[in-house]
């Protein structure tokens, strides 16, 4: 299909990209600020020069010995933002091969410095760990579904207090989502970067929902995005103070106003990433895994 791959080592490498992969759609460029760059970015174009996709590639964490590659593929990219929804079509032929010529390129310059492996996490949607020969090391996560119309209420599921969020948030309430963020993800979020996960969501419908703690403090938050007929949450930022049961108590709570609110709403599917104590929620909430993403390990 005349696929050619480039390394970029430019820091701000994928500000260009974005602009090439937003280009023509009605939404803002996201922000691409963030505390870790990728060491190298792999990019593939058409013959023409058009973007097809970009992977970035991460030095080993201490004491590993294998880069880790994350990969975009603009049409899916594309389709993603303009849905709402993520892609669950299969690959064409093109989008296959972007893949594995993303990281075939990773891999050789992971072999040329050096390293051992290389390592992604994903669903294998592009088929490209069986092409390669990579091997499943471990599933960190998965997707959850429900039928809207024949959900249930569980009689185990607890009353909690629930807010739904509008856009713009109060400055006050975004501070306290920039400190659920941070101690969720690690890395620390400010009040400003708190709006723009808001700001960055599709423009479609959506329902916002924070779990709140006795003293009113958000302990867990969780985003619905509607599209057509289908419910979709990314994620669900649990912090410390969300047990199970309590986000058993969020998940059911967004069911309810989704069945009461949006009632051409007929499938939720929620996106887990290897919390235990959530996919033990969405369980006792009604749902279950009706997709598994793995770790894949490719020996250099």
């Known amino acids: 299909m005349g ?17 090439e992969l937003y280009a023509g759609l009605p939404l803002p460029l996201p922000d691409t600020s963030r505390a870790e760059r990728p060491a190298w970015t792999v990019v593939a174009r058409r013959s023409d020069g058009g973007l097809l996709g970009w992977a970035e590639v991460y030095p080993p964490h201490t004491g590993g010995d294998a880069a880790d590659v994350q990969w975009l593929l603009v049409s899916q990219e594309r389709e993603r933002l303009t849905t709402g929804s993520a892609v669950r079509r299969g690959p064409t032929g093109e989008e296959r091969e972007t893949a594995g010529s993303l990281l075939r390129g990773a891999a050789r310059r992971a072999a ?33 579904t429900v039928p809207l119309p024949d959900w249930r209420r569980p009689a185990g599921a607890p009353p909690v207090t629930v807010r739904q969020v509008t856009v713009p948030a109060p400055a ?21 970067d708190a709006a723009e996960v808001l700001r960055d969501l599709p423009p479609l419908p959506h329902l916002t929902l924070d779990l709140l703690t006795p003293d009113g403090r958000t302990a867990a938050q969780l985003t619905a995005v509607i599209s057509g007929t289908e419910a979709l949450v990314d994620v669900v930022f649990r ?4 047990d199970g049961p309590a986000v058993t108590g969020l998940l059911a ?4 106003r989704l069945r009461r609110d949006l009632p051409g709403t007929a499938l939720l599917e929620v996106q887990e ?17 009706t997709g598994r993403w793995c770790r894949y390990r490719l020996e250099l």
Do not use: C, K, M, N
């Open 273 to 289: 990433h290897g919390d235990p104590v959530t996919a033990a929620a969405l369980a006792a909430a009604g749902l279950r895994r």
């Open 3 to 19: 696929i050619t791959v480039e390394y970029q080592d430019a820091a701000d490498g994928d500000v260009r990209l974005y602009e």
């Open 172 to 192: 006050g309430l975004l501070a306290d989502h920039a400190r659920l963020y941070s101690e969720v993800t690690g890395r620390p979020y400010t009040p400003r």
């Open 112 to 144: 040329e410095a050096g390293l051992a492996a290389l390592e992604w996490t994903g669903p294998d949607t592009e088929g490209v760990a069986a092409d390669l020969g990579a091997r499943a090391t471990e599933e960190p996560g998965g997707r959850w």
């Open 239 to 242: 912090g410390a103070a969300a």
């Open 253 to 256: 709570e967004l069911v309810a």
